[in-house]
Nanobody
Framework: VQLQASGGGLVQAGESLRLSCAASGHTFSSWTMAWFRQARGKEREFVAAIKWNGQTTYYADSVKGRFTISRDNAKNTVDLHMSSLKPEDTAVYSC???????????????????WGQGTQVTVSS
């Protein structure tokens, strides 16, 4: 299984950006997909997760109302649309996949088996 993240870049505060994660090597029909981020000098943190059916989503409090996670099972992709970006959103964003629905453990990176390489998002003030 390989995950390829794309869409990162440099934007100004208040602008929007869309990240995309393409999965290959397996059909993700009943998995959990998520985005995590890690800022320089900080620990990796949960951003958003989505259930295989696309109807259940979770967000970190820091991004709730600004970020939207979505998935396309037919294309094996998961996207993260980020709006009203803030300088504190600056980080390397990575997508991750767990082979099952992880339930209440969706914030735990240890529950995700497959990881993408990460894409840098930089928000200037």
């Amino acid at each position: 299984v390989q995950l390829q993240a794309s869409g990162g870049g440099l934007v100004q505060a208040g602008e929007s950006l869309r990240l995309s994660c393409a999965a290959s090597g397996h059909t993700f029909s009943s998995w959990t997909m998520a985005w995590f981020r890690q800022a320089r000098g900080k620990e990796r943190e949960f951003v958003a997760a989505i259930k295989w059916n696309g109807q259940t989503t979770y967000y970190a409090d820091s991004v709730k109302g600004r970020f939207t996670i979505s998935r396309d099972n037919a294309k094996n992709t998961v996207d993260l649309h980020m709006s009203s970006l803030k300088p504190e959103d600056t980080a390397v964003y990575s997508c991750a996949v767990a082979p099952t629905w992880v339930g209440s453990d969706y914030t735990l990176f240890s529950r995700y088996r497959y990881w993408g390489q990460g894409t840098q998002v930089t928000v200037s003030s």
